[in-house]
């Protein structure tokens, strides 16, 4: 019995010190992490967008590069994030349009009440030679521009009262993201508008320092809204898509053949994330209204409404954004709603 033992051991012995004397010379080829946070939680279009894009890479990159993810404003606010890309310290990020503004203020234009007729216009305009021209513009803020994604229509809603007609709005107290064209058009429509982080938003309705705020439904739905907001209505008042974006500091340290994988796994994640934002919109739609919150749709002249109470908002903002740019933005937009 010792000499089966002592040859037992002896046998673990050489195989242990085999497998380590092999794999110490020729160290292996180290893993490239590339971290994304957001704000949104892991049930988010958003973050399912991410999925796929962490899938593509890491199949495309042999497994060379490691993707990971980070939800609910885990690494901080769009802001925070977006700083942190310029510093290096992070690598991707996704906000919406409406908080780089903060970095560029030709941003806005993407933020105008009524901008967009439909979904398909925007893809069309933000995939092509415009979106193209803003995606590389945010190189001179040290970020690089992937693509364009989608955060969705937003939508009103409240804890008050249910809003059919501008007036309506008046004195709300309503949230808004950090963009100075989203607090001029809740101004135009007599609100009380707030600008405050994503992450602070659930606890301040709940507390009722605000009386409502405003996202698409996937979010109102998705993030339990509804348990503290008790109207919501169909406005369409913003698209503000998202931004898909990597820190330049760290995008210009890696190969072509890394940039490539990224670059292109930006994009087509993003039309999955796309396609399943706009499947998720209606069942979010249908699942809110199964919670008891009150869903107002708008007519179109009730809609037009809100669109005439808002329409100077963008003459208010021509010479922060550019006049030319806004008719360049408008006509590209007329183009293809023809
Ligand atoms: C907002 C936005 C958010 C996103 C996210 C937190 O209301 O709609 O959905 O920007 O990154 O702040």
């Known amino acids: 019995l010792v000499s089966v033992l002592l040859i037992v051991a ?3 012995a050489l195989f242990t010190g085999c497998s380590s004397s092999t ?7 180290e893993k490239r992490v590339i971290k994304v946070g957001i704000g949104l939680n892991e049930q988010s279009p958003q973050y399912k967008g991410l999925q796929k894009f ?50 560029d203020k030709k941003w806005m234009v993407f933020d105008l009440p009524f901008l967009f007729p439909n979904e398909e216009i925007a893809d069309k305009v ?20 992937i693509a364009f994604w ?17 007036d309506d709005v008046k004195g709300l107290k309503i949230r808004t993201m950090e963009n100075p064209v989203h607090l001029a058009a809740f101004r135009a429509l007599g609100a009380n508008p707030t600008p405050m982080p994503f992450g602070e938003l659930f606890t301040s309705l709940q507390q009722r320092i605000i ?17 503290v907001q008790k109207y919501a209505t169909l406005t369409n008042h913003f698209y503000s898509p998202f931004v898909l974006m990597f820190s330049k500091k760290i995008w210009d340290t890696l190969p072509k053949e890394d940039q490539d994988i990224i670059l292109k796994a930006g994009k087509e994640a993003g039309l999955y994330q796309r396609k399943i ?40 903002f021509e010479a ?3 006049k030319e740019l806004i008719q360049e933005v408008k006509a590209e937009i007329a183009k293809y709603a023809k």
């Open 23 to 29: 794999s110490t010379p020729e160290k292996k080829a």
């Open 10 to 12: 002896l046998a673990v």
């Open 277 to 316: 934002n706009r499947e998720m919109m209606k069942e979010s739609l249908a699942n809110l209204e199964k919670t008891g919150m009150v869903v107002t749709k708008l007519t179109p002249e009730q809609q037009k409404a809100f669109m005439d109470a808002t329409k100077d908002v963008a003459t208010k």
């Open 211 to 227: 009386d409502g705020q405003e996202n698409p439904v996937t979010t109102i739905y998705l993030q339990k809204f509804y348990e």
């Open 150 to 166: 989608e955060n969705g229509y937003r939508q009103l809603t409240n804890s008050v009262k249910e809003v059919k007609t501008p």
């Open 54 to 103: 962490k899938e593509i890479v890491e199949r495309e990159s042999k497994g060379r590069i490691e993707v990971q993810l980070f939800a609910n404003s885990q690494l901080g606010d769009d802001t925070k994030m977006m700083t942190a890309l310029r510093a290096g310290t992070l690598e991707m990020t996704c906000p919406s349009t409406a908080p780089i503004s903060g970095l």
């Open 320 to 322: 922060e954004i550019g």
């Open 126 to 145: 933000l995939d092509g030679p415009i979106g193209q021209k803003f995606l590389d513009s945010l190189s001179q803020n040290g970020i690089k521009g």
